[in-house]
């Protein structure tokens, strides 16, 4: 009579108590690993925020040029509780006395801001 094993790779094996790995092994892979993810996706989240800010940029220069043709600059700021709600926000610089006013809210991905313009009518 033979003996039948499911999974004759196991044939014999005894389990043993210790581990496999030593802790100071798993805390260099988990390190490793946390490493590796930060490396993932750190430099995603600074090209997207570099873009981000650019485009508020140009969008807040041409919204300043637009509706406050007296001030010096402008300067587009992330807000979490700016005057137009989350997001990108749009200020002028140096005008009005050199007071900072709030122009225009960007949006969260932003963008120019919807603009009137007058019609012509015939």
């Known amino acids: 009579m033979t003996d039948y094993y499911d999974e004759p790779e196991l044939a014999g ?3 043993h108590e210790r581990p496999l790995r030593s802790a100071r092994k798993v805390q260099l892979m988990r390190a490793a690993v946390i490493v590796g993810i930060v490396a993932l996706v750190l430099p995603g989240i600074l090209t997207t925020y570099s873009l981000a800010k650019a485009t508020a940029e140009a969008a807040c220069a041409a919204s300043v040029a637009y509706l406050s043709p007296s001030a010096r600059g402008s300067k587009a700021k992330f807000e979490l509780f700016g005057p137009g709600g989350i997001g990108w926000q749009c200020y002028t610089v140096g005008a009005y006395g ?3 006013k709030p122009v225009a809210p ?3 991905i932003p963008s120019f801001p919807s603009q009137t313009v007058p019609s ?3």
């Open 106 to 108: 960007l949006g969260l």
């Open 13 to 15: 094996y005894e389990p």
């Open 98 to 100: 050199g007071d900072k």
């Open 120 to 122: 012509v009518s015939s």
